[in-house]
């Protein structure tokens, strides 16, 4: 094969998505760039494919990247691969695309299963137009701060989450987005694929303490003609409503900025 990198999708779950290409790619290459040797090798073992493989992650990508380039350069074919579907998507495969591509290094696709489009392809929600935030950040503060950037987001938003992360992820896009449309894909094209039609409110309700495993993708909708409409007078005169009927100041910030795109703070300073 020509000195290139081939960038090779692989399945997210099914091992009977692996495309002829992609198989035949692996077999011709001269050695394979992973994000886990262990999870490539029983794909390789799978297809009866007996070939050289070499970490390649975030933490290692910097050193890997140049090593990569360098036996490319020097004549030699990979192929780089990630645990599941397409490499260089919310994956540091990118940064080796980058790479290549700055020192001059073709590289070819070898398409593949993407989570985030096969999951909105299930999912029923709109998917005339999208976005697709991968995976929030872990801190808390981080995490808020993003959710802030895309409060007015129109389009429906893909977001990719681990199961231990969930309740964190649902409960902050709630408080920061209010009750938006949301389904929750898990355990695409395994034995337990599961779609799961629900609110932001519900599923942070339902999941608080966890509950759901596998690979998720979270579809969450965008802001709606209506939400666009409200203004904080209008939040607050919503909130005031509720505590002239007898609810807490606290609870009826809480309550309206969790249906509005307003902070609960600031609802909760303007009703004192």
């Known amino acids: 094969m020509s000195n290139k990198l081939y960038v090779v999708g692989t399945p997210i779950g099914n091992l009977g998505d692996m495309s002829p290409r992609a198989v035949e790619t692996l077999e011709k290459v001269d050695f394979i760039a992973a994000e ?3 999870v490539t090798m029983k794909l390789l073992n799978h297809f009866g494919i007996k070939k050289e493989t070499v970490s390649y992650f975030e933490h290692n990508k910097k050193e890997r990247g140049e090593y990569i380039c360098s036996r490319i350069a020097g004549g030699e074919s990979c192929a780089i ?3 599941a579907g397409m490499p260089a998507i919310s994956d540091p495969g990118r940064d080796l695309v980058a790479l290549c591509r700055e020192s001059g290094i073709e590289v070819e696709s070898v398409p593949g299963p993407t989570a985030f489009a096969t999951a909105i392809a299930v999912s029923g929600m709109d998917s005339r137009r999208f976005t697709f935030e991968g995976f929030l950040p872990v801190s808390k503060k981080e995490r808020r701060a993003h959710l802030d950037e895309i409060r007015e987001e129109k389009r429906t938003m893909i977001f990719y989450e681990a199961p231990h992360k969930l309740s964190n992820a649902l409960a902050d896009l709630y408080e920061t987005l209010g009750d938006r449309e949301l389904c929750i894909v898990r355990e695409l094209t395994k034995i337990h694929e599961e779609v799961i039609r ?6 942070a309700e339902a999941y608080a303490e966890g509950g759901l495993k596998g690979e998720l993708v979270l579809i969450v909708s965008g802001k709606s003609e209506e939400e666009q409409e409200i203004t904080i007078e209008n939040a607050v005169q919503m909130a005031k409503k509720l505590v002239e009927d007898g609810m807490s ?3 009826a910030a809480k309550e309206i900025a969790a249906c509005t795109p307003f ?5 909760y300073k303007a009703l004192l």
């Open 198 to 203: 629900t609110t932001l409110k519900d599923a």
């Open 249 to 251: 100041v606290n609870n």
């Open 81 to 83: 691969v990630t645990d």
């Open 263 to 267: 902070k609960k703070g600031d609802i």
């Open 36 to 38: 886990d040797t262990r």
